[in-house]
């Protein structure tokens, strides 16, 4: 459908009903956000974010979305390989398996971690649960979709000619992939790693659920706002959220900007 | 989803058939990566939550608190998505059909919700219509209408969070849509209405599906939006979600486990809908 200007009053009132829709619903409460924490100094704001606690609260998200993103790009990257180029017995079934995380409770996700890695787990041996190990495992498992559904439709769409190419002029297979392939992946890749960051950075119900939200050892940033807001720390939980909200805006041009250059390269 | 050729491959590259190892330790991998992520919690979800009988279960999940999660976390998912489908559909059209100042903000704006924690998005919500704050004070005084801990505050959250599938979904479909079927309409005297509803309506409705049931199973399992918003009144705001949360830090894990059975269940049939639908369009 072609785009036009706005000539008629139906289309002007649509105009305004969905622009003052979206202005209610996502930037009202930013707004909400901003005016609440700003009733403080900047001082203030910046002096609750540089507690130890709230360092330490950082630190740790900082660390897991790190790990998070590193396995998501790898263990992503060839997931979408293979459900992509191999055929075998079971392929639709691992297939549809990729979309789970989505729509698991990720207090569900939690929970399943303490059945397995607690004291009295299945897995007893290994007793992760309530440690940081266990809240980058469930942030790996919510994250597990993004790149994999971001990869495989551009991996699937390449055309063979140029990688055939590559393997009759004697490349390797891992040269033609890393020559070949791997930069036309790259985009998806990259849109894909942005969209597991964002969700790592924020990842609250699995990760307290599972890490038991101990202070210190595993509070997360989130978890951290969530403990403020019950000790009446209202400022130190309101400048922990305009960090994230912050960090979520930059993370949003981000993933834009390479929406823009994904269409522009295709 | 095409497929690629591995056969045509190895026909032309190698001339002796042998087994490719590589590739068998990479498939070997992956599938043991996603059996342990993703196949190992579903089986432990279903077996703890059946471990202690069938009649245990029944009564975890027929107790009056759970059942009435389980409702609110149904009802309010389903009111989300119907006003999703509605304005995320009316978004999409503004956004493909329309040039107007701000177009480029609004559209980046859509992904929003799935940049911001889910967590800040309920303590913005707070923020917002509270009961201290304007607005919240002003939705009491003047209709008597609560919207922080009731079931309004958990569909706005929800709707927060949804907001990106629908519109995300049909937006693709606009812009492929042939403005030509819709003008041909008119000309034949056809009132818009009648246009939208027998031309352009039965050419988005799979896509506006899919998006609501993608943003339906979403919203079942959402914990950290809701959980400051809704407040967590056993039979008043609990949704599913904070239920299972409640009970795990309340050291009932059996109780726990039952809702869970139920929660996934019905996400995973909501999952099985979408895919069946997806793969029936891509087939038309």
Partial sequence: ??????????????????????????????????????????????????????????SLTVVISFFTVIIDGVLGLL?????????????????????????????????????????????????????????????????????????????????NEQEEAAYTLGASRWYSFRRVI????????????????????????????AGGAIQGATENATIYIFRSLHDRNDIGAYSMALLLGIISIVILLLMNILKAKESKGN | MQLATPLKKSATIKATPQVDYAAWGLRATALTYLSIMILLPLYVVFT???????????????????????????????????????MGTLTAYVIVRYRFWGKVILDAMIDLPFAIPTLV?????????????????????????????SPIGIVLALLFLGFPFVTRSVQPIFEQMDVHQPEASYTLGASSWYTFRRV??????????????????????????????????????????????????????????????????????????????QRRNSHA
């Fill in chain 1, 79 to 159: 997931v979408a390989w293979v459900l992509v180029r191999h055929k075998f017995w079971g392929r639709d079934f691992f297939n549809s398996l990729v979309d789970i995380p989505f729509v698991i409770s990720p207090v569900i996700v939690g929970y399943v971690m303490i059945v397995l890695f607690g004291r009295l787990g299945w897995f007893k041996f290994i007793p992760i649960a309530f440690t940081p190990y266990a809240m980058l495992l469930v942030t790996v498992f919510v994250t597990l979709p993004f790149v994999i559904r971001e990869v495989m439709p551009v991996l699937a769409s390449l055309s």
């Fill in chain 1, 1 to 58: 459908m072609p785009e036009k200007s706005v000539n008629s009053l139906g289309g002007f009132l649509l105009v305004m009903v969905v622009v003052g829709y979206a202005c209610l619903l996502l930037i009202g409460p930013i707004i909400a956000l901003i005016n609440e924490a700003f009733s403080e100094s900047i001082g203030q704001i910046i002096h609750s974010i540089i507690q130890a606690d709230a360092l330490e609260a950082l």
């Fill in chain 1, 182 to 209: 791997f930069p036309a992946l790259r985009p998806a890749l990259m849109y894909g790693l942005v969209l597991s960051l964002a969700r790592s950075l924020g990842e609250f119900g699995a990760a307290a659920v």
């Fill in chain 2, 121 to 149: 998005t309920g303590l913005m919500l707070v923020l917002l219509y509270g009961p201290q704050t304007t607005l919240g004070a002003f939705f009491k005084d003047t209709w008597d209408i609560r919207i922080i801990f």
């Fill in chain 2, 200 to 277: 352009i309506f039965p050419y988005i409705r799979p896509a506006m599906l899919t998006g609501g049931l993608l943003g339906f199973a979403r919203a079942l399992g959402e914990f950290g939006a809701i959980v400051l918003v809704a407040g967590n009144i056993p039979l008043k705001t609990q949704t599913a979600a904070v239920y299972i949360y409640g009970q795990v830090e309340g050291g009932n894990l059996p109780a726990a486990s039952a809702v869970s059975v139920i929660l996934v269940s019905i996400s995973l049939l909501v999952t099985l809908l979408v895919e069946w639908l």
């Fill in chain 2, 48 to 86: 703890s939550g059946l471990r202690e009988g069938i009649e245990f279960f029944w009564n975890a999940v027929t107790q009056a608190q759970a059942i009435f999660a389980l409702k609110l976390t149904l009802t309010t998912a389903a009111i989300m998505t119907l006003i999703n489908m509605l």
